[in-house]
């Protein structure tokens, strides 16, 4: 669904990612890990379209994104959830998610968008009249993610979910990542939490330097503490 190849980026003159090369198949859901600069917040925003500065190739369903703005990716079905959420704090969870709904042009399936996400997000159902800023932390990144599939993406792009998050809401996210999956969403997942993020994924693929140094089924890695620790230890 998504295959990214040869991909090298830049901040400026910095040559950041070096000839990275991953696809991620239609239900998968595969991690992206690595230490701290390794160039995984890079590599997310690059197949979104936010780096002035880009080669090689990155299509998604067989199309072409490099060239597209970040509009016209997200209308291919393509969601992202970036580090920093983008709550609106002064707004409800509802008026949160209308943002979200009026973004991807459904606003006359707004009630069935919004009944969907209910069910999906009970944490958020219970909600949707809160001001989105007095929720703690995990909620509010439930909302970010709750808003993001507002659109009925094919796939979402993660990027440290689970980061600042208490233990408990951590759980309650990664279950919701299975529940995703289970509703045929393909995810893409930036994690530090490595066990976590190899417990619910089926591949992963490591960074490190800017370069993919490792690539395995989840379960092996899972079952390997001396590569994790090899590749991920912060
Ligand atoms: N806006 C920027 N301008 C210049 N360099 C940047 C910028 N953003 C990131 N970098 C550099 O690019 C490299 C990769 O950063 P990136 O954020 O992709 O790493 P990461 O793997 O997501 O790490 P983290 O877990 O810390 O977010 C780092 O060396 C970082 O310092």
């Known amino acids: 669904m998504l295959t990214i190849k040869n991909l090298n980026a830049w901040y400026g003159t910095s040559h950041i990612l070096q000839n990275v090369s991953l696809?991620?198949?239609?239900?998968?859901?595969?991690?992206?890990l690595g230490r701290n600069g390794?160039?995984?917040?890079?590599?997310?925003?690059?197949v979104m379209g936010l780096l002035k500065k880009t080669s090689g190739e990155v299509s998604f369903k067989g199309v072409n994104l490099l060239g597209l703005a970040a509009h016209q990716r997200f209308g291919l079905g393509l969601a992202y959830v970036p580090e920093e959420r983008r709550?609106?704090?002064?707004?409800?969870?509802?008026?949160?998610?209308r943002l979200g709904i009026v973004a991807s042009g459904k606003m006359a399936q707004e009630k069935d968008i919004i009944d969907r996400?209910?069910?999906?997000?009970?944490?958020?159902?219970?909600?949707?009249?809160?001001?989105?800023?007095?929720?703690?932390?995990?909620?509010?990144q439930m909302l970010a993610i709750?808003?993001?599939?507002?659109?009925?993406?094919?796939?979402?792009?993660?990027?440290?979910?689970?980061?600042?998050?208490?233990?408990?809401?951590?759980?309650?996210?990664f279950e919701?990542?299975?529940?995703?999956?289970?509703?045929?969403?393909?995810?893409?997942?930036?994690?530090?939490?490595?066990?976590?993020?190899?417990?619910i994924s089926d591949r992963a693929y490591v960074l490190d330097q800017?370069?993919?140094?490792?690539?395995?089924?989840?379960?092996?890695?899972?079952?390997?503490?001396?590569?994790?620790?090899?590749?991920?230890?912060?």
């Open 176 to 199: 919701l990542f299975q529940q995703l999956k289970r509703q045929g969403k393909t995810i893409l997942l930036v994690e530090q939490s490595v066990e976590a993020a190899l417990g």
């Open 117 to 140: 996400i209910a069910e999906t997000f009970p944490r958020l159902k219970e909600r949707l009249g809160q001001t989105a800023v007095t929720m703690s932390g995990g909620e509010q």
């Open 146 to 173: 709750a808003r993001a599939t507002a659109a009925d993406p094919d796939m979402i792009l993660l990027d440290e979910p689970s980061e600042g998050i208490m233990p408990v809401l951590v759980d309650e996210m």
């Open 23 to 32: 696809d991620v198949q239609r239900g998968e859901v595969v991690s992206l």
């Open 38 to 46: 390794a160039g995984k917040t890079t590599t997310i925003k690059s």
């Open 87 to 97: 709550i609106v704090p002064g707004m409800t969870v509802l008026e949160n998610l």
């Open 210 to 234: 800017g370069g993919i140094v490792y690539t395995e089924r989840a379960d092996a890695m899972l079952a390997d503490p001396e590569i994790q620790e090899r590749y991920c230890a912060v």
